[in-house]
Nanobody, 116 residues
Framework: QVQLVESGGGLVQAGGSLRLSCAAS????????MGWYRQAPGKQRELVAS????????NYADSVKGRFTISKNNAKNTVFLQMDSLKPEDTAVYYC?????????WGQGTQVTVSS
């Protein structure tokens, strides 16, 4: 059974930083393209960043490019999202999941709230 556990969210002022973590069991990050998604109230879930199995290629949504950095530790089966220069519009629940192929069961997500 796959389990994804996101952590690291919180309340931060605009311009601040947060580092999110996603730990997993039942799925190997070393053979999956993984992504960070977010869902703001009243909006659809969107992919904001993804990283290839080997961790060599990352892609970002235009809205976060230059501010967010995705990385991973395959040995610890963990993926990270470093978020800098946060904006109020980054406020959302953040989730990790596969970014290629079928989704696995979603975790509970971690809330990020950016105050202006």
């Amino acid at each position: 059974q796959v389990q994804l556990v996101e952590s690291g969210g919180g309340l931060v002022q605009a311009g601040g930083s947060l580092r999110l973590s996603c730990a997993a069991s039942g799925i190997s990050f070393s053979i999956n393209t993984m992504g960070w998604y977010r869902q703001a109230p009243g909006k659809q879930r969107e992919l904001v960043a993804s990283i290839t199995p080997g961790g060599t290629i990352a892609n970002y949504a235009d809205s976060v490019k230059g501010r967010f950095t995705i990385s991973k530790n395959n040995a610890k089966n963990t993926v990270f999202l470093q978020m800098d220069s946060l904006k109020p519009e980054d406020t959302a629940v953040y989730y990790c999941n596969r970014a290629s192929g079928r989704y696995v069961d979603w975790g509970q997500g971690t809330q990020v709230t950016v105050s202006s």
